[in-house]
Structures are given as C-alpha cells and as structure tokens.
C-alpha cells in the first residue's frame, strides 16, 4: 500500500533556543533519527517540510534520500507545515504518518503496527496509544487530504482530526516513547538519557510486552516478576560489593525471559524476537536463560544473574539451585540425553552461585534467609 512519511522540520526551536533537528542522539542527529525510523519500518516515501534555516537541512535530506517539501509560511506556525506535505502528496498515496521533527524515539515497532493495522482496515485515523494515551506519530487515510487542505486551521490539525474521531482507532503499543517530545533544553536532556536506555524497556512497558503483545497468562506474569524481584536483589547486592551491574537491564531481561515459553527452544526463540524488536542487548541476555557459557576470568554478568534467578525460582516462591533440579533429575533418570542437559544446567547454576558468594563473602542461602527470600 502506498504510505508516505511527513516529518514537520519547519519551525524556528524557539523555545529549546537550540535548533532542534540538528541536535544530536550519539552519532546521529533528531533529523536523521526520524527518517531512519521510518526507512526502517519499511516506508519508501519519507518526506520532511523544511522553512526555518532550510539551506542547512536540505544537504541532509538529501543524502538520506528524502524528499524536501519547503514550507515558504513556516513563520505561520506548525499547521502551515502540515499543509505544506499534505499538499505534496499525490493520488497513489493512501494514508501518511504526521511526525513532528521534535518526537525522535518512536520505534519501528510502532510504525509496522500501525501500518498493519491499516491495512487491516482498522480504522481511516490511528493513533498509537500507550496504556489509553495517544502519541505520535497518528496515520491518516489520504481521504481527507482535500478536507485537511480546505480546514481554516483553527485549533491546528488536532482539532481537525477530533471532528473525525469517529473514524478513528487507537492502536496499543508498548513504546511509551510516543508520548517523549522536545521542546526545552532539560526535555533534549531527559530524551537523551531515555535514549542512552532505549534499547532497555522500562518495567511497565516490558510488562506491557508480555501481556498485550504475546497473550501472557497471569502464572507466566507472576513468575517473570518474581525472578526480576531476585535478579535485582542480586545484582544491587553486588553493586555493594564493587560491581558495575546495570540493574535497569537485568530487570528488563528477567521480566521478558520467558517471553516465548511454550514454544521450541524457547529461550532462542525469545531472543530471536527481542533483537528484531530492536532489543539485542537484552535478547543476548535472555537466549542465555536456559544454557549458558560461563567464562570465569571475566567478570560476573547480567546473564548469569538472571541464569540463576531463574534456577531460584519456582512456581511462588524461591527455593535452593539444588531443590528447583531435584525433580527434574528424578523424571529424567530413564532418559541419559535429557538427564545429562538437566545436569549440565545444574553444574552451571552452581557455579554460578559459587562466583557470587566470592564477591559477596558469604554464603548466597544465609544472606537470601536475611532478607525474606528463603
């Protein structure tokens, strides 16, 4: 289907005092971010109105082979913008994204999603939505460009599309990034740490993921939390003790390690879906849930946190590495394949144990009685 991407990079940033598409996320700038976004969701036609200082936008532009739209009323306000690419539009276009420059973390994710839920024929106007709130970027149906170019501009394109809103559809998603704009210094600050942390989700949203995204039941929910509760204990013990783990991440890990339970390998195939997901450092973390390569001269890692969370974990409550494998031993003893995977595991559980208490100095089963876990 013909779906074209309109980035609004007219204005003058007056209040950031910094122009915003040219500041910078790492290597990249606000500009570029957006319209990699959209070339990674797969939308060809990526067009961004251009007024206030064009002559420096347009090289760049260019080079990611975008299609410039100028905008010569830009003093008139963002609306006249909007106008601008909507009036660029031709007839094979069926519906464009509205993105302004000033929102650059939006996810692929929800760019596919919801392209997908266009063509399904969910609704003429989407907008992403997280936990009920609308974000950017909406999806509008090329229907009502002549509407649009027609509307008096009162109240800005929102109060155009509410007079539709009958027409339109939220589409969930767990990218609380819709709802991140920029229109201060502090607010680029805040952005700019989000997206040093962008490819780890928060809590909400990794809890989000399991329920809307992939039908978790409230037993797999539960289990993914209390081995989050323990993988954070662990690793905030170990902090203590002069390691540098980011506590963030492991918790984002444990809370979606179990992402894929239920299917084949399920600890590869979770990690398979994070990294397309755009989380490959979590990804790394989870596909090393059920078998994993230690390396004792390094220095002790997420993964091995969550490994032995996991381990420590059963049903509702914690228990002993050698409780959790006892029944698994038991069940397998007619079956040397699956009786030597299960006995590999539990050496590994161990000796994973064994490098905790060295950096913590006593026995791991004394200091998780002290706390309320055993």
Do not use: Q
């Not at 002549?146 to 559809?169: P, T, V």
């Not at 809307?212 to 209390?226: G, I, M, N, Q, Y």
């Not at 381990?311 to 029944?327: A, D, G, H, Q």
């Amino acid at each position: 289907m013909g779906i074209t991407a309109i980035i609004l990079s007219a204005g003058y940033s007056s209040r950031m005092g910094e122009f915003k598409p040219l500041l910078t996320f790492g290597d990249s700038t606000v500009l570029e971010r957006d319209i990699t976004l959209f070339r990674d969701a797969g939308i060809e036609d990526v067009r961004v109105v251009i007024g206030h200082r064009a002559g420096d936008l347009l090289p760049l532009v260019e080079r990611l082979r975008a299609r410039p739209v100028l905008n010569e009323r830009y003093s008139d306000g963002m609306f006249s913008s909007v106008l601008a690419g909507v009036a660029s539009l031709g007839d094979d276009v069926e519906a464009f994204f509205l993105l302004p420059v000033d929102i650059p973390l939006v996810g692929r994710r929800t760019i596919a999603l919801l392209a997908e839920a266009f063509r399904r024929g969910e609704g003429s106007i989407l907008y992403p939505s997280f936990y009920g709130k609308r974000g950017h970027p909406p999806l509008i149906a090329a229907r009502f460009r002549r509407e649009i170019l027609a509307w008096n501009g009162e109240g800005g394109l929102k109060s155009f599309l509410s007079r539709h809103d009958s027409e339109a559809a939220d589409v969930e998603t767990e990218d609380e990034s819709i709802l991140l704009d920029m229109d201060t210094l502090a607010e680029y600050e805040r952005l700019r740490s989000a997206w040093r942390k962008n490819a780890i989700p928060t809590a909400e949203e990794c809890e989000k993921l399991l329920v809307k995204s992939f039908s978790a039941e409230t037993p797999l929910v539960e289990h993914c939390r209390r081995v989050a509760k323990l993988a954070v204990f662990l690793a905030k013990k170990l902090n203590e003790a002069g390691c540098r783990l980011d506590t963030d991440l492991i918790e984002s890990a444990a809370l979606l390690h179990d992402l894929a339970k239920g299917k084949p390998n399920h600890a590869s195939e979770g990690a398979r879906i994070l990294d397309e997901m755009g989380f490959p450092e979590i990804a790394r973390i989870v596909g090393a849930h059920m078998d994993i390569s230690i390396a004792s001269e390094e220095p002790i890692g997420a993964a091995e946190i969550l490994y032995l969370a996991d381990k420590m974990t059963s049903r509702s409550r914690y228990v002993p590495v050698e409780e959790r494998f006892e029944p698994r031993m038991r069940s397998s003893i007619a079956d040397p394949e699956i009786r030597n995977a299960v006995s590999v595991r539990l050496e590994n559980a161990l000796r994973i144990k064994s490098r905790l208490e060295k950096y913590l100095g006593r026995p791991l089963h004394e200091i998780l009685v002290e706390y309320g876990f055993l």
